[in-house]
């Protein structure tokens, strides 16, 4: 009984360490590095299920306790590994001291670490309430269900969904066809139940006779991991473009370029027009950081095929009210219609407040505005402080930080250049590409087409543009679109609906990219249905952990 926290403890930290693995850590992620994403979690299930299912009702708790001290341990080392960039931020670009950024991010992942806690304890329970060889396959069978009901609960809960286990096989061409059906959480389930099936056949004690639960467990478990890891030799189809975007990526400082005082607003537009005017160029055939060739690429700038000029969000001074902002990107929008990030404004007449929200406006070919998205989803302590009233000790950002209002509704854009067919194009902004349950509104409003503006400067060279971009890939795949992503400083790229980035420009470089893309009208299942899977495996969890916790009660 010892030695029972020491070993969870650790293996909770080995689970950290692993699970951290199959992402991106500061730059692009090498493609062998998903293959630990399929035992990441061996360690920690093992762990947990090594905790004794006989004992009498106070040390039984005192096993759950431990078991959810274990996961939330593994949970808070993860967060903080995975998402050091934290630090960065607010260091860097929130204005925040050394000691401050590192109790935020300390703060942040002990937060987001405690479902982890949750997963495993609730792995535990179903364990103890099942004790005995015949129910051997019920929690078995509860990792994958309880590991995506986590999943679930961190995306509706705290609201930060960030590197979903099945985010790491984004270039798994097997297991992405799962994602237009359940969406990243299918891709989850998965690699979650093999990594249960890998540490059963650990955990379970041999049988005597031919048959053994433990080698079968064993064994399928190492099969669904190869079968997995074949899916990375699979090549993804090759969809045909049809059209032309120029994604401007202004690579504008996040701190110091948001004011443009005299003729600085007059250079910086002339730069912008040069930049879509000479865009036809050399572009990578792939993902910046990658060794990926330069490569020529059919352009239609200054022909039919230009259907669309994309300005990212960005730090540049565009408040939608300012005539001379109007006036500008009128002018602009004359080579072929504009999508351009800038700050929304409206006055309420009610309160005689002006509300202010992170928009993008789209101008059509005769200078008037099609119309506004407003960003419906926003960042905590980026965009607004959550119960701003409790984190007053966070003077850098809870006094200077205005809140930005939130958006009301979703809307899909009829867009047409000079001489071509009209088509329709949803616009999202930044950390919504985080959310496929939201993101896939748009396709299922109509959109042909998805345009992902964002400013990633706040990162700096971390992990996160990386992990950002891998997250916005899964969603061309789950709803078959092309994905125009336009960001100030990179990733800026062209995503088929298979999640290839077939097109992109160096990070940190005034530059533009002449985008190839097409249209797409397919309605996948997750498009329609959005996250079934999800709130299945969150219903069948809970009565899982319900009827366990009924059976502890009563033995």
């Not at 080698?215 to 699979?234: K, S």
């Not at 958006?407 to 009209?422: H, L, N």
Request: hydrophobic fraction near 50%.
């Amino acid at each position: 009984m010892r030695g029972i926290p020491g070993r969870l403890l650790g293996a909770a930290a080995l689970t950290a360490v692993l699970l951290d693995l199959p992402f991106p850590l500061a730059g692009p992620l090498p493609v062998w590095r998903t293959v630990f994403a399929w035992f990441a979690l061996v360690p920690l299930i093992w762990g947990l299920l090594r905790l004794p299912t006989d004992a009498p009702g106070h040390r039984r708790r005192w096993y759950l306790g431990w078991s959810l001290l274990g996961g939330w341990l593994a949970g808070a080392l993860w967060f903080g590994l995975n998402c050091y960039w934290v630090y960065n931020t607010m260091h860097l670009y929130g204005g925040m001291n050394e000691p401050m950024a590192v109790l935020c991010l300390v703060a942040f992942s002990i937060y987001l670490g405690f479902w982890f806690g949750a997963f495993a304890l609730a792995l535990v329970m179903v364990r103890q309430g099942t004790r005995g060889t015949r129910f051997v396959w019920v929690w078995l069978a509860a990792v994958p269900f309880l590991w995506v009901a986590m999943e679930f609960a961190l995306a509706r809960v705290p609201g930060f969904p960030w590197d979903l286990l099945g985010y790491s096989q984004v270039d798994n061409g097997l297991l992405m066809r799962l994602a237009p059906w359940t969406g990243v959480y299918g891709i989850s389930f998965v690699v979650a139940g093999v990594n249960g099936l890998l540490a059963a056949g650990l955990v379970l004690e041999r049988s005597r006779g031919r048959f053994s639960v433990r080698g079968y467990c064993g064994l399928l478990g190492i099969l669904g991991a190869l079968v997995g890891l074949a899916g990375l030799f699979m090549k993804t189809p090759q969809l045909a473009a049809e059209a032309t975007a120029v994604l401007v990526q202004p690579n504008l400082n996040v701190v110091s370029d948001d004011v443009w005082v005299g003729t600085e607003w007059d250079r910086r537009m002339t730069q912008f027009q040069g930049l879509v005017q000479h865009s036809c160029k050399d572009a990578i055939a792939g993902m910046p950081e990658t060794n990926a060739p330069m490569a020529t690429f059919p352009c239609g700038v200054g022909g039919p095929d230009l259907k669309l000029i994309v300005w990212p969000e960005s730090p540049a001074p565009f408040r939608e009210p300012d005539p001379k902002f109007r006036d500008s990107m009128a002018a602009v929008a004359k080579t072929a219609p504009v999508i351009v990030g800038n700050i929304g404004m409206e006055d309420d007449a009610a309160t005689h407040e002006t509300h202010i929200y992170n928009s993008a406006s789209v101008f059509a070919t005769d200078g008037h505005v099609v119309g506004r998205y407003d960003k419906m989803h926003l960042v905590p302590f980026g965009e607004y402080v959550p119960h701003r009233e409790l984190f007053f000790f966070i003077r850098q950002i809870a006094t200077s930080l205005t809140d930005m209002s939130v958006g009301t509704e979703r809307k899909v854009f009829r867009i047409g250049a000079s001489g071509g067919d009209a088509h329709r194009y949803g616009v999202f902004i930044c950390y919504e590409s985080v959310f496929g349950d939201e993101v896939r509104q748009f396709a299922r409003l109509g959109a042909e087409v998805l345009v992902n503006i964002s400013d990633d400067g706040w990162y700096g060279d971390t992990s996160a543009p990386w992990q950002h971009l891998n997250m916005a890939r899964m969603r061309a795949i789950e709803n078959r679109r092309w994905i125009l992503r336009d960001t100030n400083n990179g990733v800026t790229a062209s995503i088929d609906p298979y999640g290839t980035v077939r097109q992109s420009i160096p990070r940190h470089e005034v530059d533009a990219l002449a985008a190839r893309f097409g249209y797409g009208t397919e309605m996948t299942f997750y498009t329609e249905h959005g996250d079934w899977l999800a709130m299945v495996c969150a219903i069948l969890s809970l009565g899982m952990v319900g009827w366990a916790a009924r059976a502890l009660l009563y033995r």
